[in-house]
């Protein structure tokens, strides 16, 4: 009997070994086969253009195709939903923007946790956000805008990328701060918003700097001030919003990578490595300077301490400005 069971137990452990060995092995192959970024916005916005050219040196790095899959909607919740639900083999990854940490306090019933659901990979940039008018607005400064806010509660509309986007709670933070009441018109994306704000059918946009870089040689657009501390080399003659008279309206974007919960470490660690190698070469700066950009490629756990900190404090945020939960 006692023979017996000492089998079973071999066969049992050599099993649990052949298993253990099978898995270490896939890790160190990975990747062998395509592999998905998925974000949450549509194509031609600062996030798509960010996962294009990391997919790109990922590709050339690791030897498979990286291909983007754009899934917006729900402020890009279906698109962090259905990473988080997928199986954790490092073959579907997140682009996500900083409204990921948003969004379990915006929005009811969402499907996954900012903290939980994901692994953090890196992050990639950070950007802040361009205060731009239509042209078709008479106004020339920030503090026309506040004048013109002022006179006529409402009359001025601002656009965002959706609600819980940095474009979006930019532009609360300005109304609470200056005690005005803007029009928010919500879009599914950056580029329908820039669209509309060349045209006039609305009035304001709160871009980030890596969109507006690519859009501001149009003169259909003003530039009016940043939501960054310092002035933008890249926008060397507008002003900071501090420097135009608005307090504590500081704002920045970024994009990250991250796996599904549960993806083994041996995978992360080489996906960081292949992503920090591209964030510190040679293209990245030229590709994101321009752009308004800041190029960061943080170690996994640095940007998992950001991700807690920015949850918390958008909380906290969120409730100042008594933003409605959607």
């Known amino acids: 009997m006692k023979v017996r069971i000492m089998a079973v137990l071999t066969g049992a452990a050599t099993m649990l070994g052949t298993v253990h060995a099978l898995a270490e092995d896939a890790d160190t192959r990975y990747p062998n086969k395509p592999v998905k970024i998925v974000i949450g916005y549509q194509p031609g916005g600062p996030t798509d253009m960010t996962a294009r050219w990391l997919a790109t040196k990922l590709q050339e790095s690791l030897g498979q195709p990286f291909i983007v899959e754009n899934k917006p909607g729900a402020g890009s919740n279906m698109a962090s939903a259905h990473v988080a639900a997928a199986k954790p083999d490092g073959y579907t990854l997140l682009l996500a923007a900083s409204q990921l940490t948003w969004n379990n306090i915006l929005y009811k019933d969402v499907k996954y946790d900012a903290i939980k659901s994901f692994v953090p990979i890196t992050e990639i940039m950070s950007s802040p956000a361009v205060l731009i008018a239509s042209a078709k607005v008479p106004v020339k400064n920030v503090e026309d805008v506040i004048a013109l806010a002022k006179h006529e509660p409402e009359k001025l509309s601002f656009a965002s990328s959706g609600v819980g986007s940095v474009p979006h709670l930019s532009g609360e933070l300005f109304q609470a701060k200056m005690g005005v009441q803007l029009l928010h018109v919500p879009y599914r994306g950056a580029s329908a918003a820039i669209a509309d704000l060349m045209g006039g059918q609305v009035d304001l946009y709160f ?4 969109s507006a870089m690519t859009n501001l040689q149009s003169p259909q657009l003003k530039p009016l001030a940043v939501t960054s501390v310092r002035r933008l080399s890249a926008l060397p003659n507008v002003p900071t919003m501090r420097e135009a008279g608005v ?62 900190d920015e949850v918390e404090r958008g909380r906290s945020f969120i409730k100042s400005i ?3 939960v959607q």
């Open 247 to 308: 307090e504590g309206v500081e704002m920045e974007s970024w994009n990250g990578l991250l796996a599904p919960a549960g993806t083994p470490k041996a995978i992360v660690d080489r996906l960081y490595e292949a992503a920090s190698k591209a964030l510190s070469g040679p293209d990245a700066i030229p590709f994101f300077g321009p752009q308004g950009a800041e190029v960061i490629g943080s170690e996994p756990q640095a940007f998992a301490s950001k991700i807690a």
């Open 322 to 324: 008594n933003l409605q």
């Open 207 to 210: 871009m980030t700097a890596l």
